[in-house]
T-cell receptor, first 114, second 112 residues
Framework: EPEVTQTPSHQVTQMGQEVILRCVPI?????FYWYRQILGQKVEFLVS????????KSEIFDDQFSVERPDGSNFTLKIRSTKLEDSAMYFC????????????FGEGSRLTVL | GQSLEQPSEVTAVEGAIVQINCTYQ??????LSWYQQHDGGAPTFLSY????GLEETGRFSSFLSRSDSYGYLLLQELQMKDSASYFC?????????????FGGGTRVLVKP
């Protein structure tokens, strides 16, 4: 069964460093998302991406964040200069159409900022 | 913006029935989804209601009342493996996006 894959599963970084989290969405999907979840808290929307551009972003997704789909398969989230409060689990998700409530989530990338 | 309210925790015994309520406030409402998340795992899709009424999928059912801005997830014949967090999520349309906004989650603890 097709699945969303994310790398790395866990990354530890120093405050102020740049981090890139990678995702390979399901191949025929057209809508891509990044969510984050601070330990024990709810899943928070960061950004949605469709047709090679951001379709919506949250207040969390400030100038330190960017997303890219550099080729036909990868979807990346970059944090330019990490802060302690960026420590969280980052989930990538994808879906084929807009007329659905089902997102397919990857297993997540745990980011720890020291 | 969107806001969703659901209970923080529910405890029940194996074989019991649990109902998790979710009330929401949003503009551009399209539907209500439910996701299950085990500790350390990814959210996995359970059900989606776009129209009023009950949707049944095996032991799990989901209900929506659009006029009341309310829905619930019903877990029947509880099993130990159902111990997890359950999130309701509102789907709202903005331009070409299809954002889901999640509630705070309900932690379900199933006891023997």
């Amino acid at each position: 069964e097709p699945e969303v894959t994310q790398t790395p599963s866990h990354q530890v970084t120093q405050m102020g460093q740049e981090v890139i989290l990678r995702c390979v969405p399901i191949s025929n999907h057209l809508y891509f998302y990044w969510y984050r979840q601070i330990l024990g808290q709810k899943v928070e929307f960061l950004v949605s991406f469709y047709n090679n551009e951001i379709s919506e972003k949250s207040e969390i997704f400030d100038d330190q964040f960017s997303v890219e789909r550099p080729d036909g398969s990868n979807f990346t989230l970059k944090i330019r200069s990490t802060k302690l409060e960026d420590s969280a689990m980052y989930f990538c998700a994808s879906t084929y159409g807009s007329n659905t409530g089902e997102l397919f989530f990857g297993e997540g990338s745990r980011l720890t900022v020291l | 913006g969107q806001s969703l309210e659901q209970p923080s925790e529910v405890t029940a015994v194996e074989g019991a029935i649990v109902q998790i309520n979710c009330t929401y406030q949003t503009s551009g409402f399209y539907g209500l989804s439910w996701y299950q998340q085990h500790d350390g795992g990814a959210p996995t899709f359970l059900s989606y209601n776009a129209l009023d009424g009950l949707e049944e999928t095996g032991r799990f059912s989901s209900f929506l009342s659009r006029s009341d801005s309310y829905g619930y997830l019903l877990l029947q014949e509880l099993q130990m493996k159902d111990s997890a967090s359950y999130f309701c999520a509102v789907r709202a349309i903005k331009a070409a996006g299809n954002k889901l906004t999640f509630g705070g989650g309900t932690r379900v603890l199933v006891k023997p």
